[in-house]
């Protein structure tokens, strides 16, 4: 349920920002309409303290909603440059190893998928099912060999 409603508050953010920002000058100007403008500068400081008063407390929600939105973006990216280190290890090991531990291929098949890593789509595809083969199957070491040399052809094409 409150997913909903954060998903619904996202999506229509600027238009709740709109509304938030003209809604204190309506309701102002339907209370006092009946009011001329006044010359007096008490007046115009009590407006000024409302409309301070009112935007302050909004602008502060804004403030705190684009840094926790930014915190969670340097998180994210974070997370993606600690991947992308360890997807380019794997592969500099795969270039200058005869051998491949296949365990370490799950996890960079993980950290591709969980980070949202953009590769080329068929190497991606290749390590999905090779993921997926070695998830099935323990160590292997004719395996590990077709393994290594599939990924050394598509490193090498790409």
């Given at each position: 349920?409150?997913?909903?409603?954060?998903?619904?508050?996202?999506?229509?953010?600027?238009?709740?920002?709109?509304?938030?920002?003209?809604?204190?000058?309506?309701?102002?100007?339907?209370?006092?309409?009946?009011?001329?403008?006044?010359?007096?500068?008490?007046?115009?400081?009590?407006?000024?303290?409302?409309?301070?008063?009112?935007?302050?407390?909004l602008i502060a929600l804004l403030v705190v909603y684009i840094t926790r939105n930014l915190s969670r973006r340097d998180e994210e990216n974070r997370l993606k440059k600690e991947a992308l280190r360890e997807v380019y290890k794997q592969i500099t090991n795969i270039q200058q190893k005869q051998t491949v531990d296949q365990r370490k291929l799950p996890k960079l098949y993980k950290l591709i998928e969980d980070c949202k890593i953009f590769i080329d789509?068929?190497?991606?595809?290749?390590?999905?099912?090779?993921?997926?083969?070695?998830?099935?199957?323990?160590?292997?070491?004719?395996?590990?060999?077709?393994?290594?040399?599939?990924?050394?052809?598509?490193?090498a094409s790409n």
């Open positions: 349920m409150w997913n909903n409603i954060l998903s619904w508050l996202r999506s229509h953010f600027l238009l709740i920002l709109i509304v938030a920002a003209v809604l204190p000058i309506l309701i102002y100007v339907l209370m006092f309409h009946s009011y001329s403008l006044s010359d007096d500068p008490a007046d115009w400081g009590v407006f000024g303290d409302y409309i301070g008063g009112v935007y302050s407390v789509d068929d190497f991606y595809e290749r390590l999905k099912r090779l993921a997926n083969i070695l998830g099935e199957h323990g160590r292997d070491r004719q395996k590990e060999m077709e393994i290594l040399q599939e990924l050394k052809e598509e490193y």
